[in-house]
């Protein structure tokens, strides 16, 4: 994943408050070819977990699931933030506190795609705060089915969402790349 | 794409008045091995347009969007329906009415990631009235790129997408599955 930091060094920009824009990599234009091998890396650190089913949270978390599904071989979901038409009762539903948008976010689950003998492996862009990744675990828990691990494209250490997460005991967490701080306009990988 | 032929007919749920739910192939669940094969057989009927960027809206288009790009080697923008605070201004802007959510959208791109030398090409999950593909349309022509290409996973035809679209002379247009025809609770593919 050599490749993914030196472009996150390259092309982030630090906005101040912990915000990272990151969005010629993640959340405006990808790389497919990078997404790619996003998956295959995330996959590879989860192989014996041996999920059954990936969930992510739309928007920016669709790419590094979907190639994560794609090298599993097994099917994902995405937590809608608003309810679709198509979307019918009863669902899952959970909310988180939006890091970047400053209100309460739902996430939304059909209960057809989240069952209780799934194996959830959660794919998403960031592991920030680790508010988002709780909401889809509490998700998991709600359909009955298993978690079992957490898989993120970047981490920021400093704003504690390993800590946050240690409710789900021993639950696996990887990162490709970690920030482990954002000071005045500079982003910190750890080795 | 028989299988995705069957897999409409065995899974989609016509919900009247022209809705379609296919949350299980398309908005909701994915199965990535069958979006990585609809991106390998969108990529194939446009490879001589030589596209050197793929235009999509968030978010059910990101998927089809990804798997194009990935077989076409070329980077995919997807345009934002609400702005994100790492989205800088002058952003590109155009609106289309939803035909599920009964209200305008507006469709937002950065002009860093749609730039006047790209030859685009625009793929979504729907071309159904053809409006919120005008839009990217019109997206295109507001960053000074050539439109080359139109791919749409599902297309129904009785909705006049193509008709609306016209205004793009001699635009090249393909869907995968070609619904013609939704009455009572059936789903009528064309041979």
Not at 6 to 31: F, P, T, Y
Not at 68 to 79: E, K, S, W
Request: aromatic share 4%; no cysteine.
């Amino acid at each position: 994943m050599d490749e993914l930091k030196r472009r996150v060094l390259a092309e982030g920009k630090n906005l101040g408050d912990g915000i990272l824009k990151v969005d010629s990599i993640l959340n405006h234009q990808m790389d497919p070819q990078l997404m790619y091998e996003i998956g295959q890396e995330i996959a590879r650190r989860f192989e014996a977990q041996q999920a059954t089913r990936i969930l992510t949270a739309e928007v920016s978390g669709i790419g590094p699931a979907l190639m994560t599904g794609l090298a599993l071989g097994i099917p994902i979901v995405y937590a809608r933030k608003r309810k679709p038409i198509t979307m019918m009762e009863p669902v899952h539903v959970e909310s988180a506190p939006s890091h970047t948008k400053g209100h309460e976010t739902l996430l939304m689950v059909s209960p057809e795609f989240l069952m209780p003998q799934d194996r959830v492996l959660i794919v998403d862009d960031f592991l920030a705060t680790g508010k988002t990744i709780a909401a889809l675990g509490r998700l998991v828990k709600r359909a009955g089915a298993q978690l079992v691990g957490v898989g993120a494209v970047i981490e920021k250490t400093f704003e504690g969402g390993r800590d946050y997460l240690s409710d789900f005991d021993g639950l696996p967490i990887e990162s490709l790349v970690v920030i482990t701080d954002m000071p005045d306009h500079r982003i910190i990988l750890a080795d």
